[in-house]
């Protein structure tokens, strides 16, 4: 890697812009920048999911390598036309979806965000990857080139953590909170 930040601040972006990897500069606040930010913002909210994951689990070798396709992702954002990530991510997540689905007893209520510390920051995670990929949706209907796979990656993501979240919980031998509202009505 040939080039790498040897001071921190540059004031370049004093004005409310920023630099893409392509030598432009955009807006600070412009959609592209903005899915980027949401990005960085899932990764370092995995970052902190991650340290409450056993140092022994498998899980956190996978949620590293999710870590650096999510900057992956981020850095392709930043420079249009370019590519590190192909569909072969998409099939991997399907992957780890399917394994570790098969280990959970089929859903009978919805869930609420908890079980345990790890679940708990797992599905915030998981609400934090649906915001992103909201964003990105926003971002591709105003591209002439829309982004697919970014949102069909992070779509899949959501998936694997909500699972995730629930194998967490099985895996500590804690109980999930089901959903039980105080409006629910019994049928007679």
Not at 6 to 34: F, P
Not at 68 to 82: I, K, Q, R, V
Not at 120 to 143: D, G, K, S, Y
């Amino acid at each position: 890697m040939g080039y790498r930040l040897t001071k921190i601040y540059t004031k370049t972006g004093d004005n409310g812009t920023t630099g893409l990897g392509i030598n432009e500069r955009i807006a600070k606040d412009s959609l592209r920048i903005q899915a980027i930010g949401d990005i960085d913002e899932l990764n370092s909210t995995l970052g902190f999911f991650i340290e409450s994951v056993a140092p022994t689990s498998t899980h956190r070798d996978e949620l590293r390598q999710i870590q650096h396709d999510l900057f992956d992702l981020g850095g392709e954002l930043a420079m249009p036309d370019y590519s590190l990530l192909d569909g072969a991510i998409i099939d991997q997540l399907e992957a780890l979806i399917d394994r570790d689905n098969a280990e959970l007893p089929p859903l009978t209520n919805f869930i609420l965000p908890g079980g345990n510390e790890a679940a708990a920051r797992c599905h915030m995670a998981r609400a934090l990857c649906r915001r992103v990929e909201r964003t990105v949706v926003t971002f591709n209907r105003a591209e002439d080139k829309p982004h697919t796979l970014a949102q069909t990656y992070l779509n899949r993501l959501s998936d694997y953590l909500f699972v995730l979240a629930r194998l967490l919980v099985q895996e500590q031998g804690d109980a999930e909170v089901l959903w039980q509202s105080r409006h629910r009505r019994d049928p007679k």
